[in-house]
């Protein structure tokens, strides 16, 4: 072969090196982004899921660059890259065997959330995102080997890997999941580390190739006999892991259906009482607005509600007040499709923005209110911005003067931090903040607290009776929560500066109430 045949070769064998770079550091990403989704429906999502999804992956792919560094060192060639490539198709394959296997023993534990994603995580991906690292020190160095220009070399397949990994986030995040599913997005980027892999073969006896395609279709067997390419979802939207399940036994009479996203139940509605209010917090809700109105429910309220869910609440109100103004800010447009296909609801006389409330609610600046509900908090991880000063400023400016003002929020019993930090935030704008709770426990355990402000005060009973529908009673507990537990002087006021929501929710990450 000529010099110049010889450099052709080397010049393209460095740009299939650096191919493999690009491609393999985007599945990584793929495979990062993925994992999110795929646990999401077991351990919901919050900022501690990512940072163990985040740190897992990124363990595994230092290990994974020190060991192929290490092989590069001690005579790895074309064919180590396609062994590692080709295991990381595998092992990314085995994830979805691994969480049918994982998912049932996590579930049935008193593990807390923080250490269940951990471990969802860790047995899921750690191995194909070592098996990841070890390419790209590998492909350098051979590479190295074909051209003097080291730090051309160096710096081009940094890039390259660098570049990969954007596209790979930026592709999974705003196309993949949502149209193909997090499961079909498992294996196809299984299949490319295959092709990607199998060039590096071809000078490789057959029996390499064909005992990793062997082992392939019998771990296939293995997960499609344990279900593991169904996906729980009923639908995969750009946000959520959603599901529509029969609680049929939670109503009285006749047929009930309930929204579950990700892993927490978001309402239930009743096939024909669209009125009937099943959850208690937000039968709670309604009541609220019935004692602080009164004889004023003959003139028609005007409702924003920031997060649709279910849309139990807005759908209870349009059959209750006919007449009413509903708005709802609803992020996710396929929560509305599903609702409105499986939950019974007709969104005739609602208007519906597919936006983050906080910005509907700032471009909606000749508006007044009667009643803002916020019912947007997801599980345990709550959406910080609706929770600051500047946001609850926000809100008072779009109420009436007699306007009302009410939340949800899951934490933890006999001592709610984010509950009393709320408060206090509110405090600083409206004159009346009441807490509520359909019941007292006898443990500490996880809540749904429902918060009410306002400055015009009506209610005078710590205790509120339902007028209407299921027989309930409700019951204030401002005293009894600021003098318990942590001191109120020591929980900070919610800014957009600083809100430590997840240091002051820790012991629900942290325990078994979380789950």
């Known amino acids: 072969m000529s010099d110049a045949d010889a450099h052709a070769n080397n ?42 999804i985040i740190g897992v992956i990124l363990a595994g792919l230092s290990l994974g660059n020190w060991l192929g560094g290490r092989w590069a060192d001690r005579g790895g060639n074309e064919r180590s890259s396609g062994i590692a490539l080709a295991l990381a198709g595998v092992f990314s394959l085995f994830s979805l065997m691994a969480l049918t296997i994982v998912a049932p023993v996590l579930q049935n534990s ?16 750690f191995i194909p995102s070592v098996l990841l690292g070890i390419p790209t020190p590998l492909l350098t160095t051979l590479a190295l080997g074909m051209d003097s220009r080291a730090g051309h070399i160096v710096g081009r397949m940094h890039a390259l890997a660098a570049l990969g990994s954007i596209i790979g986030t930026f592709l999974t995040g705003y196309v993949l999941i949502q149209y193909f599913g997090s499961r079909n997005v498992i294996i196809v980027s299984a299949l490319l580390l295959f092709l990607l892999a ?16 062997a082992i392939t279709i019998g771990l296939s067997s293995v997960i499609m006999a344990r279900s593991g390419f169904s996906t729980p979802c009923d639908q995969e939207s750009n946000y959520y892991c959603l599901r529509v399940v029969d609680r049929s036994d939670d109503a009285p009479f006749g047929t009930a259906k309930a929204l579950i996203v990700d892993h927490l139940m978001h309402g239930i509605n009743h096939a024909s009482e669209p009125g009937m209010m099943i959850s208690p917090y937000v039968h709670l809700m309604d009541e609220l607005v019935l004692n602080h109105f009164g004889d004023q ?14 849309y139990t609440q807005p759908r209870a109100v349009k059959a209750l007040y006919p007449g009413a103004g509903i708005t709802v800010a609803e992020l996710d447009s396929a929560v509305t499709d599903i609702v409105q296909k499986e939950l019974y609801l007709s969104t005739d006389g609602m ?30 991880a709550i959406p910080y911005h609706l929770v600051t000063r500047e946001f609850v400023q926000l809100v008072k400016s779009r109420l009436k003067a007699d306007g009302l003002f009410t939340a949800n929020v899951l934490d933890a019993f006999p001592d709610p931090k984010v509950v009393k930090s709320l408060m206090k935030t509110l405090q600083q704008e409206f004159k009346y903040v009441d807490i509520w709770l359909d019941e007292l426990p006898q443990r500490q355990q996880r809540m749904t607290f429902v918060i009410s402000a306002s400055n015009n005060n009506i209610i005078q009973d710590d205790v509120v009776h339902a007028r209407r529908g299921f027989e309930r009673s409700w019951y204030r507990i401002n005293e009894p929560l600021q003098s318990t537990g942590t001191p109120m002087a020591e929980l900070p006021i919610f800014t957009d500066d600083y809100v430590p929501v997840e240091r002051l929710i820790s012991n629900l990450l942290l325990t078994a109430e979380g789950r």
Do not use: C
């Not at 090196?17 to 795929?38: D, H, M, N, P, Q």
């Open 11 to 52: 010049k393209l064998r460095i740009s299939w090196y650096s191919f493999t770079i690009f491609l393999s550091s985007a599945i990584l990403l793929v495979l990062e982004i993925t994992a999110g989704r795929l646990i999401a429906p077991y351990v919901g999502v919050s900022i501690y899921s990512w940072t163990s």
């Open 110 to 125: 008193q593990l807390d959330l923080v250490s269940s994603s951990f471990l969802y995580v860790l047995s899921m991906f």
């Open 198 to 213: 199998a060039p590096f073969f071809r000078r490789t006896p057959k029996t390499v190739p064909l005992t990793i395609v």
């Open 297 to 310: 429910q003959d003139v028609p309220l005007n409702y924003f509600f920031a997060g649709g869910g279910a």
């Open 351 to 380: 208007r519906i923005f597919h936006r983050d409330a906080r910005t509907v609610l700032y471009r909606l600046k000749d508006e007044k209110f009667d009643v803002i509900v916020t019912d947007a908090f997801h599980d345990i």
